[in-house]
């Protein structure tokens, strides 16, 4: 049932040479000399970060969630605070936060870790915020068959602090919620309560 997730894939998938070209036109565009001594390994430098950054292209999230475990346990189950960096497909500027992760089994529990993966694999792809929590709750709603999912984002966006609005330190909180959490208040109110409650000192 352990079956194999490639978390880490090699980079033959990105088209480095054409990222690399890209690059280099932009900082001709831009009138930089790309040519000078800081410059001259930028274009590959940054073929490798996206080969990095967007490795969850090429990652099966829900793989991840395969790995489980029979377990009576029906109420809830929270990860919170997992930190996450992701890259906003409008502009390619970061967003970046934490995401509270919920679901109460109906049978089976994943591995602690599986959700934290399975959400990374997901982050590292263009995306939106929105869409992020959503895919990610479907996501267990698929692969655990739980009575509920939940997912609260809540990030800073680069590309409405950095240009644009310029608004510095807003935070954008989306949900997305399902089946119990869904239709059933006590059980929403539960998560939320959780999720702003005080921090243990861990
Ligand atoms: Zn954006």
Same mark, same amino acid.
């Given at each position: 049932m352990n079956k194999p997730v490639d978390s880490s894939p090699g980079q033959d998938w990105i088209d480095s040479g054409r990222i690399e070209s890209a690059v280099g036109e932009i %900082?001709?565009?831009?009138?930089e000399n790309s040519a000078r001594e800081g410059l001259r390994e930028t274009p590959q430098r940054v073929a490798r970060m996206y080969g990095e950054l967007f490795a969850g292209m090429h990652e099966n999230a829900g793989a991840h969630l395969e790995v489980q475990f029979d377990e009576n346990h029906r109420e809830l189950v929270l990860f919170r605070d997992v930190r996450f960096y992701s890259l906003c497909e409008h502009? %390619? %500027?970061?967003?970046?936060?934490?995401?509270?992760?919920?679901?109460?089994?109906?049978?089976?529990?994943?591995? %602690?870790?599986?959700?934290?993966?399975?959400f990374k694999a997901l982050s590292a792809r263009p995306q939106v915020q929105e869409r992020l929590g959503s895919q990610m709750a479907d996501l267990m709603m698929e692969k655990l068959a739980p009575l509920g999912a939940a997912v609260v984002v809540e990030a800073r966006h680069m590309c409405m602090e950095m240009r644009g609005v310029r608004a510095p330190g807003s935070l954008i909180t989306t949900s997305a919620l399902r089946g119990a959490f869904e239709t059933r208040e006590s059980t929403r109110m539960e998560f939320f309560t959780l999720i702003k409650g005080e921090r243990s000192a861990l």
């Amino acid at each position: 049932m352990n079956k194999p997730v490639d978390s880490s894939p090699g980079q033959d998938w990105i088209d480095s040479g054409r990222i690399e070209s890209a690059v280099g036109e932009i %900082l001709a565009a831009v009138g930089e000399n790309s040519a000078r001594e800081g410059l001259r390994e930028t274009p590959q430098r940054v073929a490798r970060m996206y080969g990095e950054l967007f490795a969850g292209m090429h990652e099966n999230a829900g793989a991840h969630l395969e790995v489980q475990f029979d377990e009576n346990h029906r109420e809830l189950v929270l990860f919170r605070d997992v930190r996450f960096y992701s890259l906003c497909e409008h502009h %390619l %500027l970061p967003f970046f936060g934490v995401a509270h992760i919920a679901y109460i089994p109906g049978g089976h529990i994943t591995g %602690l870790s599986k959700v934290v993966r399975a959400f990374k694999a997901l982050s590292a792809r263009p995306q939106v915020q929105e869409r992020l929590g959503s895919q990610m709750a479907d996501l267990m709603m698929e692969k655990l068959a739980p009575l509920g999912a939940a997912v609260v984002v809540e990030a800073r966006h680069m590309c409405m602090e950095m240009r644009g609005v310029r608004a510095p330190g807003s935070l954008i909180t989306t949900s997305a919620l399902r089946g119990a959490f869904e239709t059933r208040e006590s059980t929403r109110m539960e998560f939320f309560t959780l999720i702003k409650g005080e921090r243990s000192a861990l």
